[in-house]
């Protein structure tokens, strides 16, 4: 088939039908043929006219795979042979490309390097997983099925960002990650370089911010910046950075995969490690760290002209590693007050006539801006950028909701998507699911036509506090990174979550043989709890499409490969706590299904008005703390869920407990939304978990309750920013679900 004939094919959206390839992300128009396939073996040619690093890409999957690579040529006989043919100037978009495989050989057409390779990405797929490794198969033969694509991305950024400030990865692993992203067909890897959790990387001109800020003393998982400290010890060293060999290799590898490497150097906050190396560079004025080795203040001095000089030798290095048009300043978080008391800042403010500390941050990004601009380059930063006022040239990165965002592409700047609602993937797979992820959509409803045109696309981020090891990272973002992928590539029509999360589960043995690790869903089961009479039968529902095989305990351990399968359900007959976890080949578990089976056994109640008591304790948490061991700070009676108790905005915890009132025998439906952890117990079994550190969601769950009185417990815990708590029921036989205050009654004031 010609490019002619192929230019015609339908590139509308069309629906997966059982027969189509598992691709993710969806190509545009898929179809497939009614004839044979294409057979690759040793001795099938690959025409590359143009030595196209995609062909090269190709080449070193066979041989991981299959244990050969195939031979070349720049012209031949495309019949009976894979090629890469570069259509003309023109016929196809940017990162378009078409894919014919039938009996007579694989044709691709591609205008641009991006084309290519997100072709040979698709063909990656359309081959066995064998093609992933990790070692040679015994295979000669490899089908590909018979298929025509017509295939291009729906927006032009489709970012991956990892944090290596908080947790330093090697080389090969941000190569790794480099892959992960071609095999999505993203294109864009923001590389989150400097932080308070140090500095990543060489800078010839000033040594010291590696030999002192690239090297921490203190906490490593789940750092606290107050017990952090550089150049003195106060605890165990952590650390690493980048040289510029090391960068340049890696921004190599990420070009001939077609991915743009913007680092991030940031500014004028967030900036420890740098003060810690260079304390010239701090506001005046200062209380002193408490902390030995810790710079008093993380923000730059706008005062001082050293600071500029500073930065501007700084940038003028990374943009001789950093090809890319834009260099990310971060810009976000900054405490202003360091600038407030400052007298070099104080002063700056009334030589330049600006009324308040926000202006001067907009003075000193403004200042960057027109230094990058003069460098052929632009300006990115977080949508802190915002305040005071934009820099002409500045593209905006919106992560705190869509506001800022909306507003610039508003004033007509280039926005890029990232709302911690979506596209934040540090956080758990219970405050942000992977269905929850592909509801993601860059372009907001508030803005016309002429202002979407700013959307570049969107962004998904990796923040590494609590992700200290590589293997930690490719869970938090397997299979999200597939949704993200699909949601900036696909189009918007015809989207279906049910019909992608059966697709991105194709991902998972690819992901197996690549040794890496990756989230599995925990198996649905009908109840979280039951308090029975007698006996009880425990039914999980099994998926098909998951990599592993379903795996259950009785005794509250993790389900392991010597763990009982489940084919039926589980009859118990006195207290268990089971649990259900798909395996995958290689053993690991996926997330967890737990049901607490009990006796039912209903409480003798008396003198009890409608309300909780609760329990309010102080201190910093991850997690649901347990409250047998702490001392409260207040105690008190509240007759309805709320935070009238606290006496702090953040870092606190409450234990509430009661009676659940149940009115009649029968499974009661609960759902607790919380901001962040909360844990609900019914007649001391677990009704749901919510635990850990997550923005306001809602979890449910299902307990079969006897007629009468049952404990209840929620125990909650905020870490940092917004608080939020609820608790609501559905009772048997109804179909509205009402809050569980009017149900739950304990010994309030007055009351024995």
């Known amino acids: 088939m010609n490019l002619a004939a192929l230019l015609l094919l339908p590139s509308g959206h069309i629906a997966a039908a059982p027969s189509l390839p598992p691709v993710v992300p969806k190509p545009v128009s898929m179809h497939v043929g009614t004839g044979r396939g294409f057979t690759v073996s040793r001795n099938t040619l690959l025409v590359d006219e143009n030595g196209t690093t995609a062909s090269a890409l190709l080449q070193s999957l066979l041989k991981r795979g299959a244990g050969f690579t195939l031979k070349t040529a720049k012209h031949g006989n495309t019949r009976g042979a894979i090629s890469l043919i570069k259509a003309p100037k023109g016929a196809l978009r940017q990162g378009e490309y078409k894919l014919h495989s039938g009996s007579d050989g694989?044709?691709?057409?591609?205008?641009?390097?991006?084309?290519?390779?997100?072709?040979?990405?698709?063909?990656?797929?359309?081959?066995?997983?064998?093609?992933?490794?990790?070692?040679?198969?015994?295979?000669?033969?490899?089908?590909?099925?018979?298929?025509?694509?017509?295939?291009?991305?729906?927006?032009?950024?489709?970012?991956?960002?990892?944090?290596?400030?908080?947790?330093?990865?090697?080389?090969?692993?941000?190569?790794?990650?480099?892959?992960?992203?071609?095999?999505?067909?993203?294109?864009?890897?923001?590389?989150?370089?400097?932080?308070?959790?140090?500095?990543?990387?060489e800078i010839e001109k000033y040594p010291k911010l590696t030999s002192v800020g690239a090297w921490r003393y203190g906490i490593t998982t789940g750092w606290d910046q107050s017990k952090l400290s550089y150049g003195a010890e106060a605890g165990a060293k952590y650390g690493g950075f980048y040289t510029k060999a090391q960068v340049r290799e890696i921004v190599k590898y990420a070009a001939d995969r077609d991915i743009n490497v913007v680092p991030e150097i940031e500014m004028p906050g967030h900036t420890m490690p740098v003060l810690a190396a260079y304390p010239d560079l701090m506001c005046q004025n200062q209380p002193a760290s408490a902390v030995s080795g810790q710079p008093s203040s993380n923000v730059y001095c706008v005062g001082n002209e050293k600071t500029f000089g500073f930065i501007q030798d700084v940038l003028d290095e990374v943009m001789e590693m950093f090809p890319s048009k834009w260099i990310h300043i971060g810009g976000d978080e900054v405490d202003k007050s360091y600038w407030h008391r400052c007298s070099l800042c104080q002063e700056k403010m009334k030589a330049e006539g600006l009324k308040n500390e926000e202006s001067l941050q907009s003075y000193f990004v403004k200042r960057i801006d027109k230094y990058l601009a003069s460098k052929g380059r632009r300006l990115m930063g977080w949508d802190e950028i915002l305040e005071g006022g934009l820099a002409p040239g500045a593209t905006v990165m919106s992560w705190r909701g869509i506001d800022g965002g909306i507003a610039a592409a508003k004033s007509g700047h280039d926005v890029v998507m990232s709302p911690t609602s979506h596209c934040y993937f540090d956080f758990a797979y219970s405050g942000q699911s992977t269905e929850h992820v592909y509801?993601?959509?860059?372009?907001?409803?508030?803005?016309?036509?002429?202002?979407?045109?700013?959307?570049?696309?969107?962004?998904?981020?990796?923040?590494?506090?609590?992700?200290?090891?590589?293997?930690?990272?490719?869970?938090?973002?397997?299979?999200?990174?597939?949704a993200m992928a699909e949601t900036l590539w696909s189009p918007k029509a015809g989207r279906d979550t049910g019909e992608f999360m059966g697709r991105v589960s194709s991902l998972f043995g690819r992901l197996d043989r690549l040794g890496s690790s990756y989230f599995l869903p925990a198996p649905q089961v009908a109840m979280s709890a039951i308090l029975f009479k007698g006996k009880a039968k425990v039914e999980a529902i099994q998926?098909?499409?998951?990599?592993?095989?379903?795996?259950?305990?009785?005794?509250?351990?993790?389900p392991t490969l010597k763990s009982p399968l489940y084919t039926k359900p589980v009859t118990v007959t006195k207290a268990a706590s089971i649990r259900f976890a798909y395996l995958t080949p290689s053993g690991k578990p996926g997330d967890i299904a737990q049901v607490d089976c009990l006796p039912a056994h209903t409480e003798k109640v008396a003198n009890v008005q409608n309300g909780w008591k609760a329990a309010y304790y102080e201190g910093s948490w991850t997690a649901v703390p347990n409250f047998a061991k702490l001392k409260p700070v207040i105690s008190g009676f509240m007759n309805r869920i709320g935070f009238d108790i606290r006496h702090h905005d953040e870092n606190f915890a409450l234990d509430l407990n009661g009676y659940f009132k149940a009115p009649k025998d029968g499974v009661y439906h609960f759902?607790?939304?919380?901001?962040?952890?909360?844990?609900?117990?019914?007649?001391?079994?677990?009704?749901?978990?919510?635990?850990?550190?997550?923005?306001?969601?809602?979890?449910?769950?299902?307990?079969?309750?006897?007629k009468g009185w049952h404990k209840i417990e929620i125990g909650y815990y905020q870490g940092s920013g917004?608080?939020?708590?609820?608790?609501?029921?559905?009772?048997?036989?109804?179909?509205?679900?009402?809050?569980?205050?009017s149900f739950v009654y304990s010994h309030g004031p007055g009351r024995d």
Do not use: C
């Open 106 to 201: 694989i044709r691709i057409w591609f205008g641009d390097k991006g084309g290519a390779v997100y072709a040979v990405q698709t063909l990656r797929q359309l081959l066995p997983q064998a093609i992933e490794g990790p070692k040679p198969s015994t295979t000669t033969k490899w089908s590909v099925p018979a298929i025509e694509i017509t295939d291009y991305p729906r927006f032009s950024w489709r970012g991956m960002h990892l944090d290596v400030s908080r947790h330093f990865f090697q080389p090969s692993f941000i190569e790794k990650y480099l892959d992960y992203i071609s095999m999505m067909k993203m294109n864009v890897f923001h590389w989150h370089l400097v932080d308070d959790g140090g500095w990543r990387i």
């Open 439 to 482: 509801t993601f959509d860059p372009v907001p409803a508030a803005l016309n036509a002429t202002q979407a045109k700013h959307v570049l696309g969107g962004q998904a981020n990796v923040w590494t506090e609590w992700i200290p090891t590589e293997a930690r990272a490719e869970f938090m973002i397997w299979p999200r990174m597939g």
């Open 543 to 558: 998926d098909k499409q998951m990599p592993g095989k379903l795996h259950y305990s009785i005794d509250g351990t993790v």
């Open 671 to 706: 759902e607790i939304s919380s901001d962040d952890g909360s844990i609900l117990k019914v007649g001391g079994a677990t009704v749901i978990n919510h635990d850990g550190s997550h923005g306001g969601t809602m979890k449910d769950g299902n307990v079969w309750l006897p």
């Open 722 to 741: 917004a608080y939020s708590l609820s608790l609501a029921v559905k009772v048997p036989g109804t179909s509205k679900i009402a809050k569980a205050d």
